[in-house]
């Protein structure tokens, strides 16, 4: 499983877990603490469903919410780097997006964003997934963890 793999990784370059949720609204969070071993990685996370938690306890600039939105890669951007900074932990990962049935910000169900915030930088990326709302929850998870472990590979080539 992709958490394992993650905690095994990070445990072994004494690299330190964050996460900031909002369409998977802590799944990320469970995925991580399910994991033997995660105690020594995983600092803890914030599920900021609420635009306004997005602002007030990530640091979102409210401007970036009026320009893109809370459904883009920039605000997944902001709450990683948010969660990073609020945490203290090496890396933090960020989710948000519709998982819908409805739209929001127009954009359709299946509409995701995740971000890594680590030492070299922040890097995003955009999702388009299909299925019911926990499929999407359950598949930005596996992808976001996934984009954890390519850039912990880009940092020390070698990771597995």
């Known amino acids: ?38 105690s020594a990685v995983y600092v803890g996370g914030l599920v900021t469903y609420a635009t306004e938690l997005k602002v ?5 600039p409210e401007g970036l919410v009026e320009q893109r939105g809370v459904v883009s890669a920039e605000c997944a951007a902001a709450m ?3 969660a990073r900074r609020v945490t203290g932990a090496t890396h933090a990962v960020a989710t948000t997006g519709v998982a819908g049935p409805d739209e929001q910000e127009g954009k359709p169900a299946g509409t995701v964003y995740v971000a890594v915030a680590g030492p070299d930088g922040t890097q ?12 999407i929850q359950d598949e930005t998870c596996r992808q976001a963890l996934e984009l954890l472990l390519d850039v912990m590979r880009r940092e020390e080539p070698g990771v597995r």
């Open 56 to 60: 007030r306890l990530l640091g979102v």
């Open 80 to 82: 990683a780097e948010g």
């Open 1 to 38: 499983m992709t958490a394992a793999r993650v905690i095994h990784v990070m445990a072994a370059r004494g690299a330190t877990l964050a996460t900031a949720e909002s369409l998977t609204g802590g799944r990320l969070a469970a995925l991580a603490t399910q994991t033997p071993g995660s």
């Open 124 to 135: 995003s990326a955009a999702l388009t997934l299909s299925g019911s709302r926990e499929e």
